[in-house]
């Protein structure tokens, strides 16, 4: 039995098959103990199943545990271990200043304070030669200033052990030894760029505390939900969603947490990646709008990846997806600056206390808006089975409306702060990386997303919003069909003369990784018909600071210059290259879960409206249709306005929108009358 889990801000989401057809299960996340939202998820499921349906339970959970531990800075109290003089490579960074033009921006302080960095007297020369050894004396003076400092991990970061890892290695079996948690450089990262890796260390020693108490306490809990209804233990086998778009054991995970920052979000880009795929649409934005965030993404063909990405304004230099994140959700607190201008966001309810129309929170949120709108259809979530207070939302809004005239401007003024929020991120993943977003369709989701999309599409002229079955899961259906996936690198830095040559001076190191990468995936459990190797290689022109991935197959140096070209706008095919970086994806190939198509209606089949209810629609209350997803039939259309219900998420077809249903399921908005795309001017 195979189940996925994504852990939001507000709730936790559950995605299984049973008799061959998807279903979904969502409760309130509990984030002060996440693991107990996955246990009640897996107590209903468990519940509803036969003692033959859940004989063993493959577990695969995408989780915000990282990624809150770094926003909150509640990780692990580490020491970093580095070369004796570089102890402030941490706090130094680069010269590159995140906002230029802010003369009160502030650097986010290091994770390691200055008095727990310590210096080891070693050092090893660029070309990996031994110029200082690493004495037994001295790492026994090491191991004693570390038992002082009384840390719950270390990391350890030398100077060129890309080259040679014989110094970290020797330190890091001593103090494994001594039972403290090692994070080692060139283990996790083995690159050159000494403050990335050094960074991508430490924020690896700062989660790994945290990700192992989580991890251990989800086994423990998954093993006594699954188990209790007939007091046999089961076989259960956990497994984490990484930054990357693949899984990897609980094992693996809690060993490099730092590949799981954006675990939920990843499992969302390749949930929407398989929607466009059933849609036939090749050029679409991903907009996750769950309860505290929203993410997006750009895809083209295919998912992005970068090792280039900052969260909490820190360097990670691992594989990550090209996902842009901001805080704008469900439950954005909006509120009055300073100034008196109207802010929502980044500030969030949570789960906990949550909207004021969950019955306990006080502070005006984007759902509460959405609730006293009638964008709900004046009922509660999940089909009802989550109630809204919708008088209370009402009367603590008319207290802190401010100058506006009615509750109804506030609830507007804040949904259109909110959508700008929104809107600027997508202009960042597109506009300003050179792609048009009229070119695309945007495939909202998340439990917020098919509320703002509409407004979004228009706003940039997008060619449409395409909303995917289970909207508010699509996360959890993007982690149940992933691959098992690890990232192998390490840096050779070697001058391409004739492709064939260089092919052979990177060989070694392809081998090298590819033994890695085929060891990991016999850990992971995967036979040879189900693995799969990708190699690639990161080349530059000489003299440039950064480069450009291509495939090994072919001539990579001609596919340099067409990537560099389609990257800068310019390419030169007389300057001469460098390889950087081998890489290799290493791939355990899972069964793939579908969506089935669903029933076309019968000649003449005309699905009409379960209701009607007044909404407001930018100032006017309007009667509006309300449709029940679960009956809406293949090729069945619909015009706006109108509200489409369903268990997990609800969503808007504003007036002048129309709406197709297609043998999938997925539903279609497009404009009334409006050409789509470049067209509409």
Known sequence: MRIATDTGGTFTDCVFVRGGKLQILKVPSQPQNPAAAISALLQQVRAKLSASEAADLGLVCGTTVGTNALLQRRGGRVVLITTDGFEDVLEIGRQARAKLYDLQFQKPPALVPRELRLGAVERVAA???VLTKLAPREIASLVKKVVSKNPDAIAICFLFCFRNPKHEAALAKVLRKKGFLVSVSHEILPEFREFERTSTTVINAYLAPVMSAYLRETQKRAAAAWSAPSREAQSIRVRVMQSNGGIV???NAAAEPVRTVLSGPAGGVLGASYAAQLAGLAQVISFDMGGTSTDVALLSGE?????????????????????????????????FDAGGALRVGPESAGADPGPICYGR????????VHAI????????????????????????LLRCKGKFATVEAFGDAILAVSNAVIERAIRLISIERGHDPRDYTIIAFGGAGGLHACDLAA????????????????????????DVVRDFSRT?????????????????????????????????????????????????????AYDLSVSTTGDFVAAFHRAHERAYGHADATRPIEIVNVRCRATGISPRISVSKIESPRPGFARAPSGRVKCHFRGRAISTALYERPSLKAGQQFSGPAIISEYSATSLVPPSWQARVDAYGQILLTRIGGKAGRDAR
């Open 127 to 129: 070309d990996g030669a």
């Open 249 to 251: 054991s609980a094992e």
């Open 303 to 335: 998912t992005r990846v970068t090792t280039e990405s900052h969260i909490a304004g820190l360097p990670i230099a691992v594989p990550m997806l090209g996902i842009h994140t901001v805080g704008a959700g469900g439950g954005s607190i909006a509120r």
């Open 361 to 368: 929170g006080t502070l005006p949120t984007v759902t509460d």
């Open 373 to 396: 709108l009638g964008h709900f259809g004046g009922r509660g979530l999940l089909d009802g089975g989550f109630e809204l207070d919708l008088d209370r939302a009402r009367r603590e």
């Open 459 to 482: 706003a940039l002229e997008m060619r449409g919003v395409l909303l995917p079955v289970f909207p508010g899961a699509l996360s959890a259906l993007g982690i149940l069909r992933a």
């Open 492 to 544: 050779v830095l070697l001058p391409v003369r004739m492709v064939k040559e260089a092919k052979a001076l990177a060989l070694p190191a392809m081998r090298a990784i590819g033994k890695d990468a085929d060891r990991f995936l016999s850990e992971e459990g995967f036979s040879n018909p189900n693995r799969r190797l990708e190699f690639s290689l990161d080349v530059r022109y000489v003299g440039q």
